[in-house]
């Protein structure tokens, strides 16, 4: 479901809602304000607004939906959900939100009970024809082609101008194997909009599918001419280029489709294949290394790219290669007979025997099972694996030949846990205020007063002060340490922080040491000696990239990963956390510190129970949403996961909807 279709209904909340005399002036400005953000694409500060709207009007119902629609915006459809949700509750007869909660279920795979409200919209207008058009789109997803094409007619008798529901119709009509009449609605789409190269782009590919190629690119070259960043219609005509055997023009569109999407993994896969069947191995081998970028799992990455290895004389680049496919795909008979091949010129006869006896074994026992048509073509070697692959293939890690390569993976994203709050050094950042300003502890604002440095904050950023100036800070420090003859905590405790911001670690630990030392009652002085450790563990780590550290790929349930054998011990950071704790059990930050130390420690369960305190202690934590949000993922739970992630972005952690976006489409594609 395009986002152009669900910001349309902005205009319509206006004409439509229904905002009481008795609203509050300052409601409905927030109101106001709030959809003018939206309508200026700024979502994350129409979220922050409609949250202050919503704080003064638990009630207001259009809040609600409009937060909806910004959250819907930013892929967090799980949040969106949520919101439309609160909506229908405040108003049971709210048919918008009924239609556009079904819109994001759809999205969500959640088919089931998009259409349940979709027949709630309907009943409660059925004089609308938008929700008969969404809900065709979704029995459309669901396969449920009939059913959609009478949704699709209902529409159509209503809004006769309207090109994507002949095309969408047309669609369903070509899966009930109905050319005629899906050409006929391909027609009447262009007819109706002739600017527009979805029509043409469909009718073109059924053109394509039937052979007739002259007339499929007319279509695309319409298509081109319709929208010059279309990048389907490049994509498609490619494809007929190709099929008539002109490399070279092929290549030109594939380039154009690879300038407007830089990571479309199936076009690099396309454009390989093409590039090789035209002797130019070297660029083929790098597009290859582009798709195992952006779909690493994906099978005939690595069997293609080795039969360029092998010709190219890279011949253990190739067994490698092999090998990975046979890892990813066990029963891929074509790949062990090219391996064995290739053993047995790097004088290993024994592997290419063993290679050859598997590859026989497995002919003969897919040959056993030609009837089972759930049993892999990867056995058959007669199949070839250099063909290209139509646009609309389902492309995706897994292990059959239709499902190749994913062209919407942004390949591995790592995404860490926001860092440790701690004492530290920063010039007045009207961010670092605001976010403070969500969870006031008088004891916080009583010890910052006590050490009097203007400059000293609680927070998780890094210092805006230039390492020049903390060295000069230091400096001054340790002179006045001398002066009171090194006794007075508050200076010790400056100066620890100085020699931790330029990474002098010993000398702060020890430091700090003096400082708690002097003062042992005090859970402050542990909290910046608990984070000053794991920051001195973690500049370790750095110079031989070899600890434990959460990163989120392409896969959702990835385990934590470590780069070596070796590991760091985080238990005197955690320790002193514990201290932190016993002498302050009502502090927010220091549960949240002990969560993320488990956390990168490998210790899941306890990290989400402390980031769960965290929370209860600070409703408004938005950082421990989003920490508790990665580690669910981690822990295979990714719908709650994702449900933290949209708290933590509502309370305006704006990672949160980079992740969002990555986590939806994992959990749903």
């Not at 092999?322 to 290993?348: C, E, G, K, Q, V």
């Not at 605001?434 to 604002?445: F, S, T, W």
Request: charged content about 25%; proline content about 3%; hydrophobic content about 35%.
């Amino acid at each position: 479901m395009r986002k152009g279709i669900i910001r349309t209904i902005l205009t319509v909340v206006v004409l439509t809602g229904a905002w009481t005399a008795s609203t509050q002036y300052n409601k409905e400005y927030f109101f106001h304000m709030g959809r003018r953000f939206m309508m200026n694409d700024d979502y994350q500060e129409a979220i922050r607004t409609l949250n202050v709207l919503l704080r003064f009007d638990e009630d207001a119902y259009e809040g609600y939906f409009l937060r909806g629609i910004a959250k819907y915006n930013l892929d967090d459809l799980l949040g969106a959900d949520a919101d439309f949700s609160s909506a229908i509750e405040k108003n049971p007869v709210f048919t918008i939100a009924y239609t556009y909660r079904a819109i994001t279920r759809s999205r969500l795979g959640n088919y089931d009970d998009a259409l349940k409200d979709f027949h709630e919209a309907i009943e409660l207008r059925p004089d609308l024809p938008g929700p008969y058009y969404s809900r065709g789109v979704t029995r459309l997803l669901n396969q449920q082609f009939e059913e959609a094409i009478s949704d699709f007619d209902m529409f159509i008798r209503q809004e006769k101008k309207v090109a994507d529901a002949y095309v969408n119709r047309g669609v369903c009509y070509l899966y009930l194997k109905d050319t005629v009449r899906a050409y006929e609605d391909f027609d009447n789409a262009i007819s109706t909009n002739r600017e527009d190269p979805n029509g043409y782009n469909r009718r073109g590919a059924l053109r394509m599918q039937q052979k007739l190629y002259a007339e499929a690119e007319s279509d695309f070259d319409t298509a081109v001419r319709c929208d010059s960043t279309y990048l389907l219609s490049y994509f498609n005509r490619a494809m007929v280029y190709s099929n008539t055997e002109r490399p070279l023009l092929a290549l030109r569109d594939f380039d154009r489709v690879i300038e407007l999407d830089s990571t479309n993994a199936l076009t690099y896969f396309n454009r390989a294949i093409v590039r090789s069947q035209i002797g130019d191995y070297n660029r083929a081998l790098e597009d290859y290394d582009r798709v195992a970028e952006y779909s690493p799992n994906n099978v005939l990455v690595y069997y293609n790219r080795a039969m360029l290895y092998t010709r190219t004389g890279q011949i253990r680049n190739a067994i490698d290669d092999y090998t990975r496919a046979i890892s990813l795909y066990p029963d891929f008979a074509n790949a062990y007979l090219n391996r064995s091949y290739l053993r047995m010129m790097m004088n290993d006869p024994s592997g290419a025997r063993e290679d050859r006896q598997t590859a026989e074994r497995k002919i003969a026992d897919y040959r056993s099972r030609l009837s089972d048509s759930t049993y892999s073509i990867y056995a058959d070697t007669t199949q070839k694996f250099d063909k290209l692959l139509a646009f609309d293939a389902k492309v995706s890690e897994g292990g059959s030949l239709d499902r190749v390569a994913d062209s919407n993976a942004a390949g591995e994203m790592n995404m860490k846990l926001i860092p440790l709050f701690k004492f530290t050094l920063m010039y007045p950042d009207s961010a670092t205020v605001a976010r403070n300003a969500l969870y006031h502890a008088q004891r916080v604002e009583d010890f910052k007063r006590k050490v009097g440095n203007p400059l000293l904050v609680l927070s998780r950023d890094d210092t805006n002060i230039a390492p020049d100036s903390l060295v000069v800070m230091g400096n001054d420090l340790q002179r006045r340490m001398r002066e009171s003859g090194g006794d007075s905590w508050i200076v010790l405790f400056q100066h620890g922080i100085t020699q931790s911001l330029i990474k002098q670690y010993t000398n702060a630990v020890n430091t700090l040491s003096m400082a708690i030392e002097g003062n042992p009652s005090n859970p402050f002085l542990y909290i910046n000696r608990s984070t000053t450790r794991a920051e001195m563990i973690d500049f370790i780590s750095s110079i031989d990239n070899s600890y434990q550290r959460i990163t989120i790929d392409s896969d959702p349930a990835n385990r934590l990963r470590n780069a070596s054998s070796r590991t760091y011990n985080y238990d005197d950071a955690i320790e002193d956390i514990n201290k932190a704790i016993k002498l302050y059990p009502n502090f927010a930050y220091s549960y949240y510190n002990r969560a993320n130390l488990h956390a990168i420690s490998n210790e899941l369960p306890e990290a989400y129970d402390d980031y769960t305190k965290a929370i209860e202690l600070n409703p408004e934590f938005g950082e421990a949403y989003y920490n508790r949000g990665l580690v669910q993922i981690f822990m295979k739970d990714t719908r709650k996961g994702c449900l933290d992630l949209s708290k933590a972005g509502e309370l305006g952690i704006e990672n949160a909807y980079e992740a969002l976006k990555h986590y939806t489409v994992i959990e749903h594609d």
